[in-house]
């Protein structure tokens, strides 16, 4: 998916492997991100080792699949599609949205929606019906993000994380892609 303005060009893209400058973008993008707090979990950056081996591995995960937002080619942002395990039928109709962030450098041009929207897109074409996610009540723009694209808050939990020695509260959300929860008709459950 491309998207193109007088300013910038943004795209949002399926990663199977990293080519040229991506996996070094990526890692800048997250640093900036987490340093930022929003870093989907890690406070502090980790050593640039540690987060080259978690994005590596990211892509070896059968059941995920990673999704990245570009602001003029360069990787600023992304968010994972994590489905159940095989071993877990009785989830298999559902997925996560995950490691979903945006560099602070790169926000304001539509990425964090278009990003969401992707990872959507694959989940329907993965056969899943509903989606999940949950975020920290501090990342605004996130809940704005997700809220805009009608996933439906469900449950908060005051001590979600643990943040600069205080407690964070959080929120799950859920998605359900096809309008009621119901299966159509004749159709298996996977």
């Known amino acids: 998916m491309n998207v193109s303005d007088s300013a910038a060009t943004i795209s949002m893209d399926r990663l199977t492997g990293f080519a040229g400058p991506d996996l070094h973008d990526l890692c800048d993008a997250t640093e900036a991100a987490i340093l930022q707090g929003g870093g989907f979990g890690w406070l502090n950056p980790p050593p640039r080792?540690?987060?080259?081996?978690?994005?590596?591995?990211?892509l070896l995960v059968p059941e995920r699949e990673l999704?990245?937002?570009?602001?003029?080619?360069?990787?600023?942002?992304?968010?994972?599609?994590?489905?159940?395990?095989?071993?877990?039928?009785?989830?298999?109709?559902?997925?996560?949205?995950?490691?979903?962030?945006?560099?602070?450098w790169a926000r304001g041009h539509g990425l964090a929606p278009g990003l969401a929207a992707r990872v959507e897109e694959a989940a329907r074409?993965?056969?899943?019906?509903?989606?999940?996610?949950?975020?920290?009540?501090?990342?605004?723009?996130?809940?704005?993000?997700v809220e805009a694209a009608d996933f439906v808050r469900w449950g908060t939990h005051p001590h979600y994380a643990w943040v600069?020695?205080?407690?964070?509260?959080?929120?799950?959300?859920?998605?359900?892609?096809?309008?009621?929860?119901?299966?159509?008709?004749?159709?298996?459950?996977?």
């Open 164 to 190: 600069d020695g205080a407690w964070v509260t959080g929120f799950y959300y859920y998605k359900d892609l096809h309008g009621n929860g119901a299966l159509p008709q004749g159709t298996p459950a996977k």
């Open 67 to 104: 999704f990245v937002g570009r602001l003029d080619g360069t990787i600023a942002g992304s968010a994972q599609l994590v489905r159940a395990p095989r071993n877990n039928e009785a989830q298999s109709l559902t997925g996560q949205l995950t490691t979903f962030f945006v560099a602070p």
């Open 49 to 58: 080792q540690t987060m080259e081996t978690y994005w590596q591995g990211v």
């Open 125 to 145: 074409a993965n056969g899943l019906r509903v989606l999940n996610l949950d975020v920290r009540e501090t990342q605004a723009r996130a809940i704005e993000v």
